[in-house]
């Protein structure tokens, strides 16, 4: 039980809530626990997210595909880890990627029903809540108002960045390099042209109908002006 605490307070939700107000919790709502084995795609995406899933050990896969079906982001997560809590309320509760344990993985899920009537009667974990979702969708509006990049290479960068979920680890974006260049409205040639250079820089690697970018925030890092 001591570790499972441990592991809840670290999470963004249950940060800054007291070891006495857990325990009355953790009486109070049904937890489900759940061990996957690696490669089990527990979540797939679009299925109804009508529960808080936890990730508390292991590491999972997430993928995530463009509703035309020519770009897959491939990200990864670690324990501890919230699974879409935005997904939970709003227009669309529906989960918007898979997510596979890419090796044994360990979560606890708590129903809906409990969030709504328990754990956001708690003034922390509301309010974490609420920070979490308002973070979000600051950040997504912060993107959407911001001046369009104006070189090609910038224009690549936005790209990448901006469909990202998690602003480090490794990202594979799996993708055709003719639907990359109309992403980025240019021509193929000179698309590639962009992403060899970076290649050579060290800032991704170019494979089949994939491009893998070993740390997205070296990405991030680099002046767009």
Same mark, same amino acid.
């Given at each position: 039980?001591?570790?499972?605490?441990?592991?809840?307070?670290?999470?963004?939700?249950?940060?800054?809530?007291?070891?006495?107000?857990?325990?009355?919790?953790?009486?109070?709502?049904?937890?489900?626990?759940?061990?996957?084995?690696?490669?089990?795609?527990?979540?797939?995406? !679009?299925?109804?997210?009508?529960?808080?899933?936890?990730?508390?050990? !292991?590491?999972?896969?997430?993928?995530?595909?463009?509703?035309?079906?020519?770009?897959?982001?491939?990200?990864?997560?670690?324990?501890?880890?919230?699974?879409?809590?935005?997904?939970? *309320?709003?227009?669309?509760?529906?989960?918007?990627?898979?997510?596979?344990?890419?090796?044994?993985?360990?979560?606890?899920?708590?129903?809906?029903?409990?969030?709504?009537?328990?754990?956001?009667?708690?003034?922390?974990?509301?309010?974490?809540?609420?920070?979490?979702?308002?973070?979000?969708?600051?950040?997504?509006?912060?993107?959407?108002?911001?001046?369009?990049?104006?070189?090609?290479?910038?224009?690549?960068?936005?790209? *990448?960045?901006?469909?990202?979920?998690?602003?480090? !680890?490794?990202?594979? *974006?799996? $993708?055709?390099?003719?639907?990359?260049?109309?992403?980025?409205?240019?021509?193929?040639?000179?698309?590639?042209?962009?992403?060899?250079?970076?290649?050579?820089?060290?800032?991704?690697?170019?494979?089949?109908?994939? $491009?893998?970018?070993?740390?997205?925030?070296?990405?991030?890092?680099?002046?767009?002006?």
């Amino acid at each position: 039980m001591d570790t499972m605490f441990d592991t809840l307070l670290q999470l963004p939700l249950f940060q800054g809530i007291s070891h006495e107000d857990l325990t009355s919790i953790l009486d109070k709502v049904k937890l489900h626990f759940a061990q996957h084995k690696g490669g089990e795609t527990f979540i797939p995406a !679009g299925r109804p997210c009508d529960r808080l899933c936890f990730l508390m050990k !292991g590491e999972l896969i997430v993928t995530t595909r463009s509703d035309e079906g020519i770009l897959t982001l491939v990200e990864r997560a670690t324990a501890p880890y919230v699974v879409e809590p935005h997904s939970l *309320f709003g227009m669309s509760t529906r989960y918007v990627a898979s997510y596979t344990a890419s090796a044994e993985a360990h979560t606890v899920s708590i129903d809906k029903a409990y969030v709504m009537d328990l754990l956001l009667g708690y003034d922390i974990f509301r309010l974490n809540y609420m920070n979490i979702v308002s973070n979000r969708a600051q950040a997504l509006r912060a993107q959407i108002w911001q001046e369009p990049a104006a070189g090609l290479r910038e224009r690549i960068l936005a790209f *990448f960045l901006s469909r990202c979920e998690k602003s480090a !680890g490794v990202k594979v *974006f799996k $993708i055709k390099m003719e639907d990359l260049a109309h992403y980025v409205d240019d021509t193929r040639l000179n698309t590639s042209r962009i992403l060899n250079a970076m290649q050579a820089e060290g800032l991704l690697e170019l494979r089949r109908k994939e $491009i893998v970018i070993p740390e997205i925030r070296l990405l991030a890092a680099i002046p767009t002006r």
